[in-house]
């Protein structure tokens, strides 16, 4: 199985701050990265998928990049209701893989 | 409005068995692969099974094949994870959800409010 990592595993930072996460695959996965955004105690939300395109409702702060094996999820301005973890999925292989997550809280 | 409930959760022996049902609606069921995803306590999320809009495709992470089995009834509009051989670690907070596309290599746009499991003896 792909295995993916992210960096750094939680992060401290104001509102307002831009905010940048990391994701990275054991091997190459072209564009076929998603991000999720979880907050306590509730389901996971769809973010970014195929790298870079945005799901419909999600505010444009929110951008994803990257290619192959390296990945990035930035917030280009923290707003108060962004604090949460962040995750990455690979869906270029099954099974499918989490990274382990980014807690983004604040400062 | 897309809803997705989940059912069956509980508290299992190890060893044992449980089936979590989700009952999808608000969308047309067949088109779109459903997916389950775990979350231990206090931990990150776990990616755990897939099944095709057709019901063709199933896919399983490694650590659950072989004793899960998912799978989708188009009548009564539900995906079923079927747990068999349960183990301690098997205990989580299950969550179903809906496939943005038919194939169930994909990302996920609605999902379940998710149904706890705790297999302990």
């Known amino acids: 199985a792909i295995q993916m990592t992210q960096s750094p595993s939680s992060l401290s930072a104001s509102v307002g701050d831009r905010v940048t996460i990391t994701c990275r695959a054991s091997?190459?996965?072209?564009?076929?990265l998603g991000w999720y955004q979880q907050k306590p105690g509730k389901a996971p939300k769809l973010l970014i998928y195929?790298?870079?395109s945005l799901q419909s409702g999600v505010p444009s702060r929110f951008g994803g990049s990257g290619s192959g094996t390296d990945f990035t999820l930035t917030i280009s301005s923290l707003q108060p209701e962004d604090f949460a973890t962040y995750y990455c999925?690979?869906?270029?292989?099954?099974?499918?893989?989490f990274g382990p997550g980014t807690k983004v809280d604040l400062k | 409005e897309v809803q997705l409930l989940e059912s069956g959760g509980g508290l299992a022996q190890p060893g044992g068995s449980l089936r979590l049902s989700c009952a999808a609606s608000?969308?047309?069921?067949?088109?779109?692969?459903m997916t389950w995803v775990r979350q231990a306590p206090g931990k990150g999320l776990e990616w755990v099974s897939g099944?095709?809009?057709?019901?063709?495709?199933?896919y399983y992470a490694d650590s659950v094949r072989g004793r899960f089995t998912i799978s989708r009834d188009k009548s009564r509009k539900t995906v079923d994870l079927q747990m068999d051989s349960l183990r301690a670690e098997d205990t989580a907070t299950y969550f179903c959800?809906?496939?943005?596309?038919?194939?169930?290599?994909?990302?996920?746009?609605?999902w379940g409010q998710g149904i706890r499991v705790i297999v302990s003896s």
């Open positions: 099944i095709s809009g057709s019901g063709v495709g199933t």
């Open positions: 608000g969308f047309t069921f067949n088109t779109y692969a």
């Open positions: 195929a790298a870079s």
């Open positions: 999925l690979q869906d270029y292989n099954h099974p499918q893989t």
């Open positions: 959800a809906k496939g943005v596309g038919g194939i169930a290599l994909t990302h996920n746009d609605f």
């Open positions: 091997q190459g996965i072209g564009n076929d």
